[in-house]
């Protein structure tokens, strides 16, 4: 699929409206998928939204040791 918008003026004109998309290139074919870009970042999302997780159960932790602490 992602061979074929490369190719194609008409479709690389729609892929270029999305920001989401990677740049497509008529002077190459493109290696991979048309969701590979896609993929990519939500990788990369879901490892943020992990790590945020992470630091609000150890504020929350942390908050009430305290808390525990200081009686």
Known sequence: MWNEINQRAALR???QEHPSLPDPAPEHIAEGTLFDELI?????LTARNEDMVVQHVIGGVESELRTHLAR
Do not use: C, G, H, P
Request: proline share 0%.
């Open 13 to 15: 004109v729609k892929a």
């Open 40 to 44: 990519a970042q939500y990788a990369t």
